[in-house]
């Protein structure tokens, strides 16, 4: 009770330290959105002081919030909703009620919260898969993956490639009513670098027989060997995810090492043999020039730390990173970005390399958007932005799936 008190109460007094941080004028529900980046900025910097002052870990503090949302398998007029486990990977389950005649669509659905927090649980990404359930008369799949930091890269690829693997065989595909021909995987955030990495196995593995229709990347994370694209420097004190923060959670996802944030602040974090893989995040040349605008390109500075981290040059971990060879074999791809996003230049790449080697994409940029907005769909944090962007990704599902 005490402690419950005394978070409250700095959480107002930080709350309103934090509220005359001024955004973007052309954000829609502007006195909304910005009392909610004051409330998550307020979270983490109280989050971080708890840190410092070793009451508790800055992502155990930040985990507690994200559990107060998360909801229970409830089904209802249109949808038979269940919690249950593929192979040994937790998931949740959604089931058309309707008959159908012939065999369904389905998605796999891979949730955002920067590989350390969130659930398929949360109750935007409950709603966000009932409601493709329903809208698309699919079967539906949260997937569950392990967290950070309990369980470093590549915990999160292995739990949803086993995943999706397990629900690609013909007996499962079969047991739900799902069309093999299809299946789309989506992600949101970290859950679209998942979604990026494992469609890129799944389509490139010769063992796999049945293999994905199409893939929706949401304002994807993919790549972590430069910190310093311009939308990072834009968006350094971006809506709700700083530069800094972002730093910090991909960090807890690779490593337990404490100075990998610091030499990613400084974009000095990769060995001298990753060299090569530069070309593949170069944005002088991967960038249209509407989002280059003057900035100018500094070389990273390669060798200054000698972290002998393979996770930095995993595509698992950085899908940009994949050969043109391996690009080649993706399905027709949606992606979404959004202005106000320190990862934007991510997914602008990923188009630009998809469309170089023929790759069918769909790519919508929210001139207004921000990154997470998808977790702002239900009350108390209901923002219009999030409705906007889950219309736009339905009705792309539902023209090409
Ligand atoms: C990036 O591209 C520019 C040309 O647009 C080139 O000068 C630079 O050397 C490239 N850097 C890397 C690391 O590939
Ligand atoms: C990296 O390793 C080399 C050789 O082992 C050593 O000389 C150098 O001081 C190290 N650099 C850092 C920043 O630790």
Not at 173 to 183: A, F, M, Q, S
Not at 213 to 222: G, R, S, V
Request: net charge neutral; proline share 4%.
């Amino acid at each position: 009770m005490g402690f419950k008190a005394l978070c409250f109460g700095l959480f107002c007094v930080l709350f309103a330290s934090h509220i005359y941080v001024p955004i973007p004028g052309n954000i829609e529900e502007y006195w909304k959105v910005m009392a909610l980046d004051a409330a998550a900025k307020t979270c983490t910097f109280m989050a971080l002081c708890f840190e410092y002052i070793g009451i508790m870990r800055y992502e155990e503090f930040i985990s507690m919030i994200f559990k107060l949302d998360y909801t229970q398998p409830l089904s209802d007029e249109y949808v038979v909703v269940t919690d249950t486990a593929f192979t040994d990977i937790p998931v949740r389950l959604y089931l058309p009620k309707r008959k159908s005649e012939t065999p369904r669509r389905a998605v796999i659905y891979l949730h955002g919260g920067a590989y350390c927090f969130g659930s398929c649980k949360q109750t935007a990404f409950d709603f966000l898969n009932r409601w493709t359930a329903n809208k698309l008369d699919a079967v539906v799949v949260g997937v569950d993956y392990r967290l950070a930091p309990q369980h470093l890269f590549p915990a999160q690829f292995e739990d949803s490639i086993a995943a999706v693997k397990f629900f690609l065989q013909d007996k499962i595909l079969t047991k739900y009513g799902v069309d093999p021909t299809r299946i789309c995987i989506s992600g949101d955030s970290s859950g679209g670098t998942l979604t990026a990495a494992v469609t890129q196995e799944v389509q490139n593995d010769l063992e796999i027989k049945h293999k994905i229709k199409i893939q929706a990347l949401l304002y994807p994370h993919l790549q972590i060997i430069d910190s310093y694209l311009p939308s990072h420097r834009e968006n350094e004190h971006g809506i709700v995810l700083t530069r800094d923060i972002a730093i910090k959670l991909v960090s807890l996802y690779l490593s337990k090492d404490e100075t990998l944030p610091q030499a990613m602040k400084r974009n000095q974090h990769m060995p001298l043999e990753s060299r090569h893989l530069f070309k593949f995040v170069n944005w002088t040349t991967l960038l249209p020039k509407k989002y280059r605008k003057d900035h100018i390109y500094t070389e990273p500075v390669l060798g200054r730390t000698n972290y002998s981290l393979q996770a930095l040059m995993d595509i698992r971990a950085s899908p940009l990173l994949a050969k043109d060879s391996q690009l080649q074999n993706l399905p027709s791809t949606y992606i979404l970005t959004c202005q106000y996003d320190t990862v934007r230049d991510d997914g602008l790449m990923y188009v630009s390399r998809l469309q170089n080697v023929g790759v069918q994409v769909v790519h919508e940029h929210i001139e207004d958007g921000f990154h997470g907005a998808l977790s702002y769909m239900r009350s108390p944090l209901y923002l219009h932005l999030g409705l906007r962007i889950r219309d736009m990704y339905i009705s792309w599902l539902d023209k090409n799936l």
